[in-house]
Nanobody
């Protein structure tokens, strides 16, 4: 069983910064892609940023230049440094990770952490 535990959310003023962390645990040798998604009220969940085990990254256009995703493979932890936050970044942020299984692959989600940016 895999667990993804997020931390670091909170309330911040516009222009401020937050750092999210997601620690993955379970009987998994290594995780493939790890990423962050977000869901604002009344909107669909969307990809924010993702990083492969080799370090390749992908960002939503709306966060490029402001957010940075990184990971520590030894700790199975992924981070999201969020700078220059805007009110439109307000959402619940979810961690996602996928891994290889004997029959293919699987993925799971964290419980989510609220990020609120006040203008």
């Amino acid at each position: 069983q895999v667990q993804l535990v997020e931390s670091g959310g909170g309330l911040v003023q516009a222009g401020g910064s937050l750092r999210l962390s997601c620690a993955a645990s379970g009987r998994i040798f290594s995780f493939n892609t790890m990423g962050w998604y977000r869901q604002a009220p009344g909107k669909q969940r969307e990809l924010v940023a993702a990083i492969t085990s080799g370090g390749s990254t992908n960002y939503a256009d709306s966060v490029k230049g402001r957010f940075t995703i990184s990971r520590d493979n030894a700790k199975n932890t992924v981070y999201l440094q969020m700078n220059s936050l805007k009110s439109e970044d307000t959402a619940v942020y979810y961690c996602n990770a996928d891994w290889t299984t004997p029959t293919g692959w699987a993925a799971d989600w964290g419980q989510g952490t609220q990020v609120t940016v006040s203008s």
